[in-house]
């Protein structure tokens, strides 16, 4: 597992993270990623997303993953441009 924290430099504030992990069979996830509002298109949360790309690579990943939850759909576009395309819907019973 693997987390990468963005900090605001003048205020020590920390303002997005990344979480990404590898399983053993060399499927990695990024399973969170997120970036305060006011903070958002400032290129925070591409550098969270490549750092976790680039640790997956070094690692051998050998799939990468990124699930969405119903309702985020406006983040297809953001993973899209690191190369995700939708392969699957799955539903659950709640």
């Known amino acids: 597992m693997r987390v990468d924290i963005a900090l605001n ?3 020590s504030e920390r303002v997005g993270y ?3 992990s ?3 069979e060399g499927t990695s996830e990024v399973e969170s990623i997120y ?3 006011s ?3 400032l290129g925070i949360g591409s550098s969270l997303m490549e750092a976790a790309l680039t640790w997956m690579e070094l690692k051998g990943a050998a799939k990468k993953t990124v ?3 119903a309702g ?3 983040v297809f576009k ?3 441009r690191f190369g995700f395309q939708i392969r699957k819907t799955m539903m659950e019973q709640v």
């Open 9 to 11: 430099e003048e205020t």
């Open 78 to 80: 953001f993973y899209e």
């Open 39 to 41: 903070y958002r298109g």
């Open 72 to 74: 985020n759909e406006a």
């Open 18 to 20: 990344c979480i990404s």
């Open 67 to 69: 699930i969405v939850a």
């Open 35 to 37: 970036v305060l509002e």
């Open 22 to 24: 590898i399983d053993a």
